[in-house]
C-alpha cells in the first residue's frame, strides 16, 4: 500500500502554486538538467545539486562572507527554483548554506543603499519575486537552517514548509527589521504571523526580536532543533516522511493554506514597489543604514 501510495504520489501536479490555485502559471523557457541520475548545477552565489533517485534537491547558498541577497543571489535563486519546480523528478527541496556560521544574512544591505530609485525598483521586484516562488513552490520545501538567519534570511525559512535549526546559541534566528531602523513589509509579516500566530508576530517585529535556537523552537518559529552535524541528514530523513503524502493531496492543501497570502501580495505588488522605493530613499532612513552597516564593521574591529 505504502509503495502504491508512493508510486501516485510520483505523479505531481506540475507548475507552482501560483497555478494550482487557479491563476494562470508561467512558462519559462528552461532546459531540463538531464537524466542522470543526480544533477548538479553551480553558479556564483547558489549550488543545486538533485538526487534523481531520491527526489530530493539541495539548493545550497556559497556566497561568502554571509549570504547575503543581492542581486546575483536574487537571480540565481529564482533561476534555479524555476527549473526545479518544472522538473518532475523533483519532489523536495531543502534549502541551506555553504557558508559556516551563517545561513543568510538577508538583503544584501549594499542594495538598499546610495543607489538609484530604479535600482530600488528593480531591487524590491526581485526580493518579491523570489518570494513569491519559495512561498508558492508546489514542491515541499524544507529549510535546513545551519547558521544566523536575520531578516530576509528567516524570510526565506518562514517560506518554508518545515524548518530545522541547528543547536547553536549564535545562530540566532528572527524578523530584525525595526532594529536597523527599518520595517518588516506586510508580507514578511504575513509569513510570520502565519508561521507563529499574530500576538508573538506582533511583539517580535516591532522589537525586531533575533531568537536563540531554544526561543525560536518555543514559539514555533522554527519545527525542530538538531546537532550541527545533523542539520541536512535530518532534513533529508524528514522529507521523506512527507514524501508519504501524494503530492496532489499535499499541493492542493498547500495551496489552500497559502493562496490568500499571496494573492494579497498579488494585488498590492506595485504598491508595494512604490512604499518601499519612497521609504528606503529617504535621507534619514539612508543614514540609519549607514549607521548601522558602520556599526557591523566595528564589531568586527
Ligand atoms: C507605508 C510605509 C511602509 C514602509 C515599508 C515599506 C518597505 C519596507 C522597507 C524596507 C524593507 C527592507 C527589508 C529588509 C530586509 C533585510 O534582510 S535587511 C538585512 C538585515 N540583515 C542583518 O541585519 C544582518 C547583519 N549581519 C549580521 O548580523 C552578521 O553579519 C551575521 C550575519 C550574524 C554574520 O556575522 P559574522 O560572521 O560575524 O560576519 P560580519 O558581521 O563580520 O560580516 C561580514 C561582512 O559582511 C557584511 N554584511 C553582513 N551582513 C550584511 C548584509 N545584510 N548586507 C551586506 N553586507 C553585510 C559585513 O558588513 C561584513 O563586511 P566587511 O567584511 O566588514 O566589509
Redesign the pocket.
Known amino acids: 500500500m505504502a509503495t502504491l501510495l508512493r508510486k501516485a504520489a510520483r505523479v505531481s501536479l506540475s507548475g507552482s502554486l501560483l497555478s494550482a490555485g487557479g491563476r494562470p502559471g508561467r512558462l519559462y523557457a528552461l532546459s531540463y538538467f538531464g537524466s542522470n541520475s543526480r544533477n548538479s548545477s553551480t553558479s556564483s552565489k547558489v549550488k543545486v545539486d538533485l538526487d534523481n533517485s531520491s527526489g530530493i534537491a539541495v539548493v545550497k547558498f556559497q556566497g561568502p562572507?554571509?549570504n547575503?541577497?543581492?542581486m546575483d543571489f536574487l537571480t540565481e535563486m529564482a533561476i534555479g527554483l524555476d527549473k526545479l519546480e518544472l522538473d518532475k523528478n523533483c519532489r523536495g527541496i531543502i534549502l541551506t548554506s555553504a557558508v559556516p556560521?551563517?545561513f543568510?544574512?538577508?538583503?544584501?544591505?549594499?542594495?538598499?543603499y546610495g543607489k538609484t530609485l530604479e535600482h530600488y525598483e528593480l531591487f524590491?521586484r526581485s526580493?518579491q519575486d523570489l518570494w513569491l516562488k519559495l512561498y508558492s513552490s508546489s514542491k515541499i520545501m524544507i529549510a535546513a537552517i545551519n547558521?544566523?538567519?536575520?531578516?530576509?534570511?528567516?524570510?526565506m525559512a518562514l517560506s518554508c514548509d518545515y524548518r530545522i535549526l541547528a543547536d547553536n546559541p549564535?545562530y540566532?534566528i528572527g524578523?530584525?527589521?525595526a532594529?536597523?531602523g527599518?520595517?518588516?513589509?506586510?508580507w514578511?509579516k504575513d509569513s510570520m504571523v502565519n508561521t507563529v500566530g499574530y500576538r508573538i508576530a506582533e511583539e517580535s517585529i516591532q522589537f525586531g526580536v533575533m531568537y536563540s535556537p531554544a526561543d525560536a523552537l518555543k514559539i514555533g518559529l522554527v519545527d525542530q532543533v538538531v546537532p550541527e552535524d545533523k542539520v541536512l541528514s535530518t532534513a533529508k530523513e524528514k522529507m521523506e516522511k512527507w514524501f508519504d503524502i501524494p503530492d496532489h493531496a499535499r499541493q492542493i492543501s498547500k495551496s489552500m493554506m497559502r493562496k490568500p497570502t499571496i494573492d494579497r501580495m498579488l494585488a498590492n505588488r506595485e504598491t508595494?514597489i512604490k512604499?518601499?522605493v519612497?521609504?528606503?530613499s529617504k535621507d534619514s532612513?539612508q543614514k540609519s543604514l549607514e549607521m548601522?552597516?558602520a556599526m557591523?564593521?566595528m564589531?568586527?574591529g
Request: a positive charge; proline letters at 6%; charged letters at 20%.
Open positions: 562572507p554571509v547575503s541577497m543581492g556560521k551563517v543568510s544574512a538577508g538583503l544584501d544591505i549594499m542594495d538598499m524590491w526580493v547558521g544566523a538567519s536575520p531578516a530576509g534570511g528567516c524570510l549564535r540566532k524578523l530584525n527589521e532594529q536597523l527599518i520595517v518588516a513589509p506586510f514578511f508595494d512604499n518601499f519612497g521609504f528606503i532612513i548601522y552597516m557591523l564593521k564589531k568586527k
